[in-house]
């Protein structure tokens, strides 16, 4: 199984809101991430977790804050978003098999900032 | 860093016949390169990836194959249906920046019936 589990899958937001994302898998998947989606474009990289521990931030505004509470929850919470941020959040996870490890996306948060 | 270019940006099929998607990237250090497949409203879906130690892998109506030395890699569709339609994006990694894909801009394929 390589289902990563995002909620929710549409999200509608003021710029004066505080929301948050949430992402799951139960796999024992050693990273998680948090990936960009704008309209027509390929997934840009915002976040990795390795071993729950923040390893890489993309230079992402502080109005993005990620949070991953244990090897299992990934949270992206949002403060005071701008309308250029509405795009599709992505969370994804790696998964070892007999290859290597492959990277899975989530469903993905649509999420519109008014 | 890494540049990942795709072609073309459009496709269109018949179906039946077979669909071409060529990548290239720039960093000789790129070892992983995996192909994913989003339709409309949902996550990207992997359907196929090789590493750099294979030179063709195929998953039965898809193949891609790498060329290490011209540093470009493919994805060929065969017997396109109408439910391959759909955007599809190479990627490349270096396995010392695991997580970090560089994606190519991404291919719209229709399948016409």
């Known amino acids: 199984d390589t289902e990563v589990t995002q909620t929710p899958k549409h999200l509608v937001m003021g710029m004066t809101n505080k929301k948050s994302l949430k992402c799951e898998q139960h796999?024992?998947?050693?990273?998680m991430y948090w990936y960009k989606q704008k309209a027509k474009k390929p997934p840009e990289l915002m976040f990795v977790?390795?071993?729950?521990?923040?390893?890489i931030n993309e230079s992402v505004p502080s109005r993005f804050s990620p949070e991953c509470p244990n090897s299992s929850l990934l949270n992206l919470h949002l403060h005071a978003l701008q309308p250029e941020d509405s795009a599709l959040y992505l969370c994804a996870s790696t998964l070892r098999d007999r290859e290597g490890e492959k990277l899975f996306f989530g469903s993905g948060t649509q999420l519109s900032v008014l | 860093g890494e540049n990942v270019e795709q072609h073309p940006s459009t496709l269109s099929v018949q179906e039946g016949d077979s669909a071409v998607i060529k990548c290239t990237y720039s960093?000789?250090?790129?070892?992983?390169f995996p192909w994913y497949k989003q339709e409309l409203g949902k996550g990207p879906q992997l359907i196929i990836d090789i590493r750099s130690n294979v030179g063709e892998k195929k998953d039965q109506r898809i193949a891609v194959t790498l060329n290490k030395t011209a540093k470009h890699f493919s994805l060929h569709i065969t017997e396109t249906q109408p439910e391959d339609s759909a955007v599809y994006f190479c990627?490349?990694?270096?396995?010392?920046?695991?997580?970090?894909?560089?994606f190519g801009a991404g291919t719209q394929v229709v399948v016409t019936p």
């Open positions: 960093d000789s250090a790129s070892n992983y």
């Open positions: 796999m024992g998947h050693r990273a």
């Open positions: 977790y390795s071993y729950e521990k923040l390893s």
């Open positions: 990627a490349a990694m270096t396995t010392d920046s695991w997580g970090k894909l560089q």
